[in-house]
C-alpha cells in the first residue's frame, strides 16, 4: 500500500514546565496551523532551529501525540493515537528512525533478533529469517552479520543495522529524526549514502527531520522550513539554497559548512 502522508491544519498547544498547577502554567502554541505532505517514494526535509516545533510535529505525525486541532491521514486512514492494535496497519506502513540510531540498539541481542523484534511486535506474516536477509542487503550489509552483537560492530554497520531494523516490517515510508546527528564524518557518509539509496534508487519515502541544511541538500528533493511553529517555506530543495525567501531559511542556508578557498 502506498499513499500520502499528509497533516493538515496542525495546532498544538503546550504547557510551560514548572512547580505551577497545570491550569497555571503558560501556554505555549508549538504548532501553529501546520500542512505537510509526504507522498510516495518523496524525499522531503523538514528543517528548522530548535524549538521551531519539529519534535511536536513528528510526535504527532508517529501517532504519539494529538493535535488540539487539524489532521493526519495516510492515504484515507485518519492517524491519532490508539492502542498497539489500532495502530499497527500504521507502523507496518510508516516505521521511524530516531536520534542516535545506533544507540537504539539493545547490546544483549543479536543482530538477527534486534531486526525481527518489530515483525514480532507487528505481526508481520512470512519468513522473518528472510525478511533479516533481505532488510540487511538493503543497507548495505552481508548476511553473516545477523550473528552479531552491537558491540562487534562498527559505528558504520550499527547505525545501519538500526535502519534495517526500520525496514524489515516493508514500510513505505520513514520518519527519521536527525539520524545522522553527532556522527563523525565517515559514518556519517556512510549513513547519508544509505539513505540516498533506499530513496532514490529503491524508491522508500523519507521525511528527514534536521537542523543541518547540507544534509537535506545532499538527499531531499523538497524541504520545509519550520519557524516557531509556522511552515515559512516549502519548495524544491535546489531552488530552496539558491534563494532563501525568509530570514530563517536564509540564517539556515548561511549556516552551511564550506571548504575553505
Known sequence: MTATLRATGLVRTHRTPGRLPWSARRPHRALRGVDLAVGPGECVGLVGTSGAGKSTLLRCLLGLDAPDEGSITHGDRPVRPGTTASLRWYRRLVQYVPQDPAGSLDPRLRVHELITQPLRALQVPGDHAAAVR???GRVG??????????????GGQAQRVALARALAPGP???LADEPVSGLDLPVRDQVVGVLADLSSRQGLGLLLVSHDLGVVGRLCTRTVVLTDGLVVEDRPTAELLARPAHPRTRELVAAIPTLPA
Do not use: I, K, M, V
Request: aromatic share 0%; hydrophobic share 55%.
Open 141 to 154: 550489509l552481508a548476511a553473516d552479520l545477523a550473528d552479531r552483537r552491537p558491540a562487534q560492530l562498527s
Open 134 to 136: 533481505t532488510a540487511l
Open 172 to 174: 513505505t515510508l520513514l
